[in-house]
């Protein structure tokens, strides 16, 4: 199997040169030369599977130069009911997406499927911590090392150091606006203790971490010196081990190939949702794909209009559902890709487009870049957005009427898939995070605190190793010098 890129100047590629990249040389995202395709008959043996198997045969279509007993041994090593512990009351761990049925009204059923029971307690953690257990074999192999180097506003940050921790041949430095994240999700970060973990508390907002990140990016001599890699969301490997939870979803909801699921996914930088368009490509009979939003609603727009407008940061909220809260959405090229029938002529204009004026409109009105809008129900796509208002109330609904505490985004999920459903297609909503982990928000809509599971109780109260700096690039850098002696 080998890799292109969207931009289409950069030369072919395997799965494990691109595991440890980001963008292509050309600036593009890469992408599989063509979707493997997946049979009826393997799909009616994947049924029998348990997800790590189901894990492996997914993975050994796009990473096929990996010897297949190492992806195998990855993939068992990785989904275990240890790693996925973090179950509720009914959940079975060695399940890893346990499924759930919300609610059955009329012969339409929401179904839920709870990707949050890793160690971070967010969906983030069902792909890092493949990935950390990747990095480990790929840098083993050739007795190499590797330093993450990321900004993070909360869930990623923490995924990635959950699943780097301990790793050999990997560390991570991970700068976080000081004081800015949730108590939670700082003693998440700040209480681990492993020595080749960095936290970076910098003075400033998110985009000054940001900043940060781009300007040692840019500085080619130093990345390849310190041999500084990233772990963001456009990450191939991150894509791929999504597509095994979608497969996951439709066996465990269905009992023939015949039958269709449709799937609402919380979205922010179309990472998640990007994974659910794979697996339709590669045959998976998925009806519908439903990109919920909060207020930040870039993509709601584009599905609604087909008007891609990226926003600036003066129009970017914050919001109580902050893991959705982008102007942008990273992946977004590929599905775009795909949508301009893989021309990467007219990808690169319209990407030139988002440069110079912002975003495209593929409407088909007159004055619009283009009309490929008329071809996005041959994807299934649709879409929808939830407000402040309508997760609080969706909170105490589902609460009341189900005795279930979902977070934030899962909340947003259920409002927009409640406007998407149809009698024999079982919806099922991605539950991406545990209410505990936006506990402000889950006081508010109900008068108490989230439940925490076994082993968070008093997370706030250990001891927490972490540094504050300047948002000084100078200064970080040579942090990085003298920690990776
Ligand atoms: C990251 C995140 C999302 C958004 O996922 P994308 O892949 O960026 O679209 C949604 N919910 C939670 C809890 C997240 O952490």
Redesign the pocket.
Known sequence: MQYVSTRGHAAAQTFSHILLGGLAPDGGLYLPAEYPQVSDAELTHWRTLSYADLAFEVLKKFATDIPEADLKALAHKTYTADVYRNVRAGENAAQITPLRVLEEKNGKKIVLQALSNGPTL???DMAMQLLGNLFEYTLAKDNAELNIFGATSG??GSAAEYAMRGKKGVRVFMLSPYKKMSAFQTAQMFSLQDPNIFNIAVKGVFDDCQDMVKAVSNDHAFKAAKKIGTVN?INWARVVAQVVYYFRGYLSATTSNDQKVSFT?????????CAGHIARMMGLPIDKLVAATNENDVLDEFFRTGVYRVRPSSETYHTS?P??D?SKAS?FERFIYDLTGRDSKRLSALFHLVETKGGFDLSGKPGSDGDEFHKIAEYGFCSGKSTHDDRLATIRDVQKNYGITV?T?TADGIKVAREYLTPDVTMIVLE??LPAKFNETIREALGRDAERPAGFENIEALPQKFEVMDADVAQVKAYIAAHTE
């Open positions: 967010a969906f983030k869930d990623t969301s996914v919380p979205s922010g930088n179309f990472g998640n949702i559902s893991s959705m982008i992946n977070d985004h991406t995070a």
